[in-house]
């Protein structure tokens, strides 16, 4: 039995990564949240440490594949930040939906198993206001933006590929982030920064809840949007951007292109240099040069100033094709390729530029 191995994961692969990543995300996070509520006794640090330490080996198990999101704002920023393509976006934030819904529902079901346990409003679900912490939504959703903003920055920045060094250390980082999230806003909004983490366990918490999930579907997302836009403007791009990422906005100006080694680099070289670019006869960008004049043979090099008329050579018939000079009675035929007596010779490729200068550029200064 032959076993074929590719180092691209498919769409599939990435899909499967992501559902299964965000359902533990979710599954042990909210479900480490759950029981410590269950008991009486909510756990604080409890509850940030399994956060943070799911998306680390959920990252560790399957960010090769996937890249580890987990999150349709971590996606949402790399796709501002160049990091993913735009065509891919649905894929991950569909595969997190899914994972999170999937571990809201098996959570749902499992906590059944306690008696008396009661869904609404006991499912770690993100709550502010009269109908749930307390907190006023402008600071909730604020407070959320900028959490999601520092956590997408901290996964834009040890993902980057100047930091290749610390790339095996990247999980690490992330999971260590989102705890101190948590240890810093759990009190306020039960902390997001995660639609999907959201959605997935406050669809089975009540009407209320699910009243307020706007704010946790708006506020990660806008937070990092603005990460995304951002981290490249700061630090810049480590790598070049994905095809089909960032902004593509099209039209404005165009750069301008620089001819290549203005001044220096040789061009067709033969006889006498023609210099591609040489200041005081260069060429516009993009207009045509004058047609070579009736002399200009193809292949021929150039020849030194004729001193006087050339020899007939034995055999040859002087040109009698339209816009080439033809002989003259009593004159000698002209040879093919042979300048025009008391002519310069002409370089192939040179500009001829018109009298009023048109093809003339000035060189840059």
Same mark, same amino acid.
């Given at each position: 039995m032959t076993t074929t191995t590719t180092d691209t994961p498919t769409t599939g692969q990435k899909f499967a990564a992501e559902v299964f990543g965000t359902f533990g995300l979710v599954f042990f996070g909210c479900g480490t949240a759950m029981l410590t509520s269950q008991t009486g006794d909510f756990n604080y640090l409890g509850t940030a440490l399994a956060?943070?330490?799911?998306?680390?080996?959920?990252?560790?198990? +399957?960010? =090769?594949?996937?890249?580890?999101?987990?999150?349709? @704002? +971590?996606?949402?920023?790399?796709?501002?930040?160049g990091r993913l393509a735009w065509r891919e976006v649905g894929v991950y934030i569909g595969a997190q939906l899914l994972g999170g819904l999937?571990?809201?529902?098996?959570?749902? #079901?499992?906590?059944?198993?306690?008696? #008396?346990?009661?869904?609404?409003?006991?499912?770690?679900?993100?709550?502010?206001? /009269? /109908?749930g912490t307390g907190y006023?939504?402008?600071?909730?959703?604020?407070?959320?933006?900028?959490?999601?903003?520092?956590? +997408?920055?901290?996964?834009?920045? +040890?993902?980057?590929a100047r930091n290749a060094?610390? @790339?095996?250390?990247?999980?690490?980082?992330? #999971?260590?982030?989102?705890?101190?999230?948590?240890?810093?806003?759990?009190?306020?909004t039960g902390t997001s920064v995660n639609p999907a983490r959201s959605i997935g366990v406050g669809v089975f918490a009540g009407t209320d809840a699910i009243v307020q999930l706007w704010l946790f579907i708006v506020a990660p997302l806008l937070g990092a949007a603005i990460a995304g836009l951002t981290y490249p403007l700061i630090f810049a791009h480590g790598d070049a951007p994905v095809p089909g990422s960032g902004l593509r906005l099209g039209g404005g100006r165009k750069q301008q292109l620089q001819y290549p080694g203005y001044g220096q680099q040789q061009w067709a070289q033969q006889g006498a240099p023609q210099q591609w670019?040489?200041?005081?006869?260069?060429? %516009? $960008?993009?207009?045509?040069?004058?047609p070579p004049p009736p002399q200009q043979q193809w292949g %021929?090099?150039?020849?030194?100033?004729? %001193?006087?008329?050339?020899?007939?050579?034995?055999? %040859?018939q002087p040109v009698q094709q339209d816009g080439y000079p033809q002989a003259q009675p009593g004159q000698p035929g002209q040879q093919w390729g042979q300048p025009t007596p008391g002519?310069?010779?002409?370089? $192939?490729?040179?500009? /001829?530029?018109?009298?009023?200068? =048109?093809t003339q550029i000035r060189p840059q200064d």
């Open positions: 956060f943070g330490l799911a998306v680390l080996v959920m990252a560790y198990a +399957v960010g =090769r594949i996937s890249g580890g999101h987990f999150n349709p @704002a +971590v996606t949402l920023g790399a796709a501002f930040g999937l571990a809201g529902a098996v959570l749902f #079901g499992l906590f059944h198993g306690i008696d #008396g346990f009661e869904a609404k409003g006991n499912m770690a679900q993100n709550s502010f206001g /009269d /109908d006023a939504w402008w600071a909730a959703l604020l407070l959320e933006l900028l959490l999601t903003a520092i956590f +997408v920055w901290v996964i834009l920045a +040890v993902t980057d060094l610390n @790339a095996s250390a990247a999980p690490l980082a992330i #999971g260590l982030a989102l705890t101190m999230i948590h240890l810093a806003s759990i009190g306020f670019g040489q200041p005081g006869t260069p060429q %516009q $960008w993009g207009q045509q040069a004058a %021929q090099p150039p020849a030194a100033p004729a %001193q006087g008329p050339a020899p007939q050579q034995p055999g %040859q002519m310069p010779p002409q370089h $192939w490729g040179t500009p /001829d530029a018109d009298e009023d200068g =048109r």
